[in-house]
C-alpha cells in the first residue's frame, strides 16, 4: 500500500537525518516542517484540502540538498514519488 511506503520513507528520512553529518539549524527545521506536512497529508481523507505547494516544497529541498546529501536527498525524491502514487 502506498501509505505504509510512504511513511517508510519518512522513517528512513528521521534515520538518515540522524546519521548524516549535521545540517544547518535552518535546513533541519525546515525539513522538520515538510515531514510535519507530509504526515499531515497521509491522514487527510481529502488531499485536495491541502496547498499543492508541499510537492513543490519537497522538490525544492531536494535541490538544495542534492549535492552534499545524496541520501536525503533521494528519500526525500522517494516521498514525492509516493505522494504522487497516492494522488497527493
Do not use: F
Not at 517508510?8 to 525546515?30: F, G, I, K, V, W
Not at 504526515?39 to 525544492?60: M, V
Amino acid at each position: 500500500m502506498p501509505v505504509r511506503e510512504l511513511q517508510a520513507q519518512l522513517t528512513a528520512l528521521r534515520d538518515e537525518l540522524e546519521q548524516q553529518p549535521p545540517l544547518s539549524l535552518e535546513e533541519r527545521e525546515h525539513l522538520r516542517e515538510l515531514m510535519q506536512q507530509v504526515e499531515a497529508r497521509i491522514e487527510l481523507e481529502n488531499a485536495t484540502q491541502q496547498p499543492d505547494s508541499l510537492t513543490d516544497g519537497l522538490n525544492l529541498a531536494v535541490e538544495r540538498l542534492e549535492v552534499e546529501y545524496p541520501k536525503v536527498a533521494g528519500v526525500l525524491r522517494n516521498i514525492v514519488q509516493h505522494l504522487g502514487n497516492i494522488g497527493v
